[in-house]
């Protein structure tokens, strides 16, 4: 009777055979884990230069109101420039809508600047919070917009 003297895998081709597929897990993680690591977006503002949500409390909003059309806007007193704002109208039989609205509509507003928000009128509305959405630029360059908390919004 002959004996079978066929061996299996050499323990070297095993080795690098269970590194590489190490590597690929890693790798397969790291792509898989950057999705919910956000990227930090930087402002700089007389020479302060910090995290952009950082910025949001000092935005100073003052609601504009007018009687006679229903319309409504807001005075950037505050030193931010504001990209945006994010409008979230509550109608009386509590149903809601957000509305964002850059600079066509009336959102982009600089320092010590006005504006009225085009197709927001408070007289068919319950509350109307206005946030500001604010630019700054990625660490790896570009920029980047950055939707502040509701904490920050503009009661209306």
Known sequence: M???KKKGVSPIIATVLLILIVII???IILLWSR???KEAVLKTIGGNRKDIAKFCGDVKMQ???DENSGEVGFSNLGNIPIYG??????KDDGSSEIKRIEKSGGGRVNPGISTILKGVNYKNSDKIYITPILMGTRKSGGLKDHECSDD?????
């Open 85 to 90: 704002v994010n409008v979230k109208i509550v």
């Open 25 to 27: 897990l890693a790798v």
């Open 2 to 4: 002959k004996q079978n």
């Open 35 to 37: 999705g919910f690591v």
């Open 152 to 156: 920050w919004a503009l009661r209306v």
């Open 63 to 65: 609601k504009i109101l």
